[in-house]
């Protein structure tokens, strides 16, 4: 007979999700919508090709070019509140948003009134809920007017962010001790400059290395700026990172190129802003094996509705190589599309068990973040991926918890794992 084991965690864990402002505010004017206009019908058009048959026939809304159009999402500019009452009813004590740029900021320069008076009472909900926020300065969205001048090529970029981080704290630092300047940049130079499918689709290497100085640079500055504002604020970035493994241990080909990717992706951003992290974000999704030259081997035997590799014990070892930085680890992002929820509730625990590991190593984790609160609008996949906590009818706007989601509520209230 299999006996119950309750994984404590520490005193003061944050528990909660995440979300971003552009996809699920609605109504936001940036570079994405922009570029989601021109490219809805070619994305649309494009899904037979790039999905598997079993995608294509759950999702048939990815031959829809509405789709790709964000338009209104799942209203929570209007929303919020709603919003904010379900995840207190799921037990969480932490959020993690992000401000939309564009709403702050429309004209270089010139600050909204409006636009900052709107996440005051953001993060006043939150606050009434007893609801520790997080706040993300950039989650890949530019104003137009920085777009007109190059977005993240441009030399503007840096600065520009520091002055609108430094206003914001100047403005929300009350309200707001932990701050998150970049989401994933990594993830805007492999996608938008490596591969060349997200904006401004400029597949350039020579971009990569002026992107990556630039958002490097920009991370740099908005932490000296707000810190110039207060040293009470909690500052760092959230980092998308892979766990990388040779397919062969054995074989030095199949080592020498994980350990050159690793760098890459997952080590230089902090090379590049040392000193700069009151905290480390991590943010995990993916694990690959490499086989030289550089064919993944995954086994794939577990997959989300992406296709998208399930394996929890990915995050234990991530964890374990991120101690070596002596920080405080927030895991802000970490979940999976599945919108029968039938495999939620177990991702959710499993990962939990391995962060729960970690802890237990000596790895100073703080409080683990779901990614996301509501389902949303997926960049340039649409609406068909469900994430949430919460499902979202996108037509009605009706919101739905789902059964995962009380199953991790009972682990936030607990602040404890049962397995």
Same mark, same amino acid.
């Given at each position: 007979?299999?006996?119950?084991?309750?994984?404590?965690?520490?005193?003061?864990?944050?528990?909660?999700?995440?979300?971003?402002?552009?996809?699920?505010?609605?109504?936001?004017?940036?570079?994405?919508?922009?570029?989601?206009?021109?490219?809805?019908?070619?994305?649309?058009?494009?899904?037979?090709?790039?999905?598997?048959?079993?995608?294509?026939?759950?999702?048939?809304?990815?031959?829809?070019?509405?789709?790709?159009?964000?338009?209104?999402?799942?209203?929570?500019?209007?929303?919020?509140?709603?919003?904010?009452?379900?995840?207190?009813?799921?037990?969480?004590?932490?959020?993690?948003?992000?401000?939309?740029?564009?709403?702050?900021?429309?004209?270089?320069?010139?600050?909204?009134?409006?636009?900052?008076?709107?996440?005051?009472?953001?993060?006043?909900?939150?606050?009434?809920?007893?609801? !520790?926020?997080? #706040? &993300? %300065?950039?989650?890949? /969205?530019?104003? +137009?007017?920085?777009?007109?001048?190059? =977005?993240?090529?441009?030399?503007?970029?840096?600065?520009?962010?520091?002055?609108?981080?430094?206003?914001?704290?100047?403005?929300?630092?009350?309200?707001? !001790?932990?701050? #998150? &300047? %970049?989401?994933?940049? /990594?993830?805007? +130079?492999?996608?938008?400059?490596?591969? =060349?499918?997200?904006?401004?689709?400029?597949?350039?290497?020579?971009?990569?290395?002026?992107?990556?100085?630039?958002?490097?640079?920009?991370?740099?500055?908005?932490?000296?700026?707000?810190?110039?504002?207060?040293?009470?604020?909690?500052?760092?970035?959230?980092?998308?990172?892979?766990?990388?493994?040779?397919?062969?241990?054995?074989?030095?080909?199949?080592?020498?190129?994980?350990?050159?990717?690793?760098?890459?992706?997952?080590?230089?951003?902090?090379?590049?802003?040392?000193?700069?992290?009151?905290?480390?974000?991590?943010?995990?999704?993916?694990?690959?094996?490499?086989?030289?030259?550089?064919?993944?081997?995954?086994?794939?035997?577990?997959?989300?509705?992406?296709?998208?590799?399930?394996?929890?014990?990915?995050?234990?070892?991530?964890?374990?190589?991120?101690?070596?930085?002596?920080?405080?680890?927030?895991?802000?992002?970490?979940?999976?599309?599945?919108?029968?929820?039938?495999?939620?509730?177990?991702?959710?625990?499993?990962?939990?068990?391995?962060?729960?590991?970690?802890?237990?190593?000596?790895?100073?984790?703080?409080?683990?973040?779901?990614?996301?609160?509501?389902?949303?609008?997926?960049?340039?996949?649409?609406?068909?991926?469900?994430?949430?906590?919460?499902?979202?009818?996108?037509?009605?706007?009706?919101?739905?918890?789902?059964?995962?989601?009380?199953?991790?509520?009972?682990?936030?209230?607990?602040?404890?794992?049962?397995?």
């Amino acid at each position: 007979m299999s006996e119950n084991k309750k994984l404590k965690f520490p005193d003061g864990f944050l528990w909660g999700a995440s979300n971003s402002a552009y996809q699920i505010e609605g109504g936001c004017v940036n570079n994405w919508s922009e570029w989601e206009k021109v490219n809805a019908g070619r994305l649309a058009k494009e899904a037979r090709g790039k999905w598997q048959l079993w995608q294509q026939e759950q999702f048939p809304e990815m031959f829809e070019a509405q789709n790709y159009i964000s338009g209104r999402a799942c209203d929570h500019y209007n929303l919020y509140e709603k919003d904010f009452d379900s995840a207190k009813e799921l037990g969480h004590n932490a959020h993690r948003f992000s401000l939309e740029w564009s709403r702050i900021e429309p004209e270089e320069g010139k600050f909204s009134p409006e636009g900052i008076e709107h996440y005051r009472k953001v993060l006043q909900a939150l606050r009434v809920r007893g609801i !520790e926020p997080m #706040v &993300t %300065l950039w989650h890949w /969205t530019n104003p +137009l007017w920085l777009e007109k001048k190059g =977005g993240c090529e441009s030399r503007d970029f840096a600065p520009a962010l520091a002055r609108y981080a430094q206003y914001a704290v100047e403005q929300l630092g009350d309200l707001a !001790e932990f701050w #998150v &300047t %970049l989401n994933e940049p /990594t993830a805007v +130079l492999a996608m938008a400059y490596v591969k =060349g499918v997200w904006p401004p689709q400029k597949k350039n290497p020579v971009a990569v290395w002026r992107v990556y100085r630039h958002l490097a640079r920009a991370h740099n500055l908005a932490y000296d700026a707000m810190h110039s504002v207060s040293e009470k604020f909690q500052v760092g970035f959230s980092h998308n990172m892979f766990y990388y493994e040779p397919n062969n241990h054995r074989s030095w080909l199949d080592r020498a190129l994980v350990r050159v990717i690793e760098y890459f992706a997952n080590e230089r951003f902090f090379r590049m802003t040392p000193g700069k992290h009151d905290f480390i974000g991590l943010q995990y999704y993916f694990h690959s094996r490499f086989k030289f030259p550089g064919l993944l081997r995954n086994d794939n035997l577990d997959l989300n509705d992406l296709a998208w590799e399930i394996y929890p014990e990915g995050i234990y070892h991530l964890l374990k190589g991120l101690q070596k930085y002596n920080l405080p680890i927030y895991i802000t992002e970490n979940g999976l599309a599945d919108k029968t929820d039938a495999r939620r509730e177990k991702f959710i625990k499993d990962h939990l068990a391995q962060v729960h590991r970690a802890i237990q190593e000596g790895v100073n984790v703080r409080g683990y973040l779901y990614w996301s609160l509501l389902d949303n609008f997926e960049w340039d996949k649409g609406f068909w991926p469900r994430f949430g906590l919460v499902a979202v009818d996108y037509q009605t706007l009706e919101r739905k918890i789902r059964p995962s989601a009380l199953k991790y509520a009972e682990i936030c209230k607990n602040n404890s794992l049962d397995i």
